[in-house]
């Protein structure tokens, strides 16, 4: 099993940006996926997670209305659409894979994180 997560950096607050995660070695259409991040000093976090078909999404309350979660079933791919970034986002952003009916307490699979930086 792999989780490659992508598209971390350096942005500016109030900047953009778009994490993509891309799975393999299991059935990613069978699997709720989701997004957490660790900010340095932290316990790592819930940020959004989405539902195997789409028709479900949730989101922490300090992202609701800035970060947006996607998935293409057809890619083996999760976003996290990152806009209107703060200083307070700053973390390493991990993708994680959960098979249906299970908490976000205790994910399946992990991927290695992708680092963002939000400078004020």
């Known amino acids: 099993v792999q989780l490659q997560a992508s598209g971390g950096g350096l942005v500016q607050a109030g900047g953009s940006l778009r994490l993509s995660c891309a799975a393999s070695g299991f059935t990613f259409s069978d699997y709720n996926m989701g997004w957490f991040r660790q900010a340095p000093g932290k316990e790592r976090e819930f940020v959004a997670g989405?539902?195997?078909?789409?028709?479900?999404?949730t989101y922490a309350d300090s992202v609701k209305g800035r970060l947006t979660i996607s998935r293409d079933n057809a890619k083996n791919t999760v976003y996290l659409q990152m806009n209107r970034l703060k200083p307070e986002d700053t973390a390493v952003y991990y993708c994680?894979?959960?098979?249906?009916?299970?908490?976000?307490?205790?994910?399946?699979?992990w991927g290695k994180g992708t680092e963002v930086t939000v400078s004020s």
């Open positions: 989405i539902s195997r078909t789409s028709n479900s999404k």
């Open positions: 994680a894979a959960n098979r249906v009916g299970i908490s976000w307490s205790a994910p399946s699979y």
